[in-house]
């Protein structure tokens, strides 16, 4: 069993920041992809970022130039780093990652929320 932990939501500010991050532990011989997704109210999941074992990101037009994405294999670790945060942005964001062996896992979800 494999368990995804995030942290570092809050309340912030239009323009601010905020860093998330995503630990995964249990039995985990390696970690493929690992990505955030963000799900707001009244609104489907949809993608935020990823990226593969190899340090390829992927990011999806509304925050490309403000967020990014990067992980620690060592940790088993990925992270969020979000900048000049706007409203829009305001969702519950769940990490993401396919594990193996296992499959894929999610996070329970933090909470961001953007004040304009």
């Known amino acids: 069993q494999v368990q995804l932990v995030e942290s570092g939501g809050g309340l912030v500010q239009a323009g601010g920041s905020l860093r998330l991050s995503c630990a995964a532990s249990g039995i985990i011989f390696s970690i493929n992809v690992m990505g955030w997704y963000r799900q707001a109210p009244g609104k489907q999941r949809e993608l935020v970022a990823t990226?593969?074992?190899?340090?390829?990101?992927n990011y999806t037009d509304s925050v490309k130039g403000r967020f990014t994405i990067s992980r620690d294999n060592a940790k088993n670790t990925v992270y969020l780093q979000m900048n000049s945060l706007k409203p829009e942005d305001t969702a519950v964001y769940y990490c993401?990652?396919?594990?193996?062996?296992?499959?894929?896992?999610w996070g329970q979800g933090t909470q961001v929320t953007v004040s304009s």
């Open positions: 993401n990652a396919m594990v193996v062996p296992g499959g894929w896992y």
């Open positions: 990226i593969t074992r190899g340090d390829n990101p």
